[in-house]
């Protein structure tokens, strides 16, 4: 089905380890997003990326790692996780921005909960 | 760097009344992008509606519709008719509208319970 999905949508997992949240889109578009949300921060940008093998830091990067070798796969790595990266994760997708050529909308996944123990 | 504000942690509206919800930002930018996002339980964002900065018409989808006052940086969302499927996080939200690298900022959210 066309769309943006992430997995998994529930990891639980210990302090140290690594975890890998992956994130797929099917519209080709070239803007992708890692967002986390916080009871009391709403969403914070982590990383962007405008294409594939482009990728930028957002608000929040620490401890956090990003590849884009493909157009349609976006995946977040936790090398070390910590108990202040236990989070709600949303990936979104959205069309390069041409000027009265789309709406500059982000469409969002489903959302990835982690908890670190 | 732009900044969003809603400054109403939480809001209550009974069914079948209006209620409205505050945000402004800051921005330097004269071309954007505003946008309310809605997320229910679930956990879902859902666009409500968006408003681009140039247009001077105020976006209505609906019973949703803004107030959008661009000298003042400010953009309220207007929410008719409440149902109790509206109660949920709203988000409001700013994206710059350059062809450069382009992200969306996002306010902490508001807190809508709609009672029977």
């Known amino acids: 089905d066309a769309g943006i999905t992430q997995s998994p949508r529930y990891k639980i997992t210990e302090t140290g380890r690594q975890v890998t949240l992956m994130c797929h889109q099917t519209?080709?578009?070239?803007?992708m997003f890692w967002y986390r949300q916080d009871l009391g921060h709403g969403l914070r940008l982590i990383y962007y990326?405008?294409?594939?093998?482009?990728?930028d830091k957002g608000e929040v990067p620490d401890g956090y790692v990003v590849s884009r070798s493909k157009t349609e796969n976006f995946p977040l790595t936790l090398e070390s996780a910590t108990r202040s990266q236990t989070s709600v994760y949303f990936c979104?997708?959205?069309?390069?921005?041409?000027?009265?050529?789309?709406?500059?909308?982000?469409?969002f996944g489903e959302g990835s909960r982690l908890t670190v123990l | 760097a732009q900044t969003v504000t809603q400054s109403q942690p939480e809001m209550s509206v009974q069914e079948a009344e209006t209620v409205t919800l505050s945000c402004t930002y800051d921005t330097s930018e004269s071309d954007y992008y505003l946008f309310w996002y809605k997320q229910p339980p679930s956990r879902q964002m859902i666009l409500v509606i968006r408003?681009?900065?140039?247009?001077?018409q105020n976006a209505t989808e609906n019973r949703f519709s803004v107030n959008f006052q661009k000298a003042a940086k400010s953009f309220s969302l207007k929410i008719s008719d409440s149902q109790l499927g509206d109660a949920a996080m709203y988000f409001c939200a700013y994206r710059p509208m350059n062809s450069g690298y382009s992200t969306l900022t996002f306010g902490k959210g508001t807190m809508l319970l709609v009672s029977p």
């Open positions: 990326s405008a294409a594939a093998d482009i990728t």
């Open positions: 408003q681009e900065a140039y247009k001077q």
């Open positions: 979104a997708s959205s069309s390069l921005l041409l000027a009265g050529e789309n709406t500059g909308e982000l469409f």
């Open positions: 519209w080709s578009h070239s803007y």
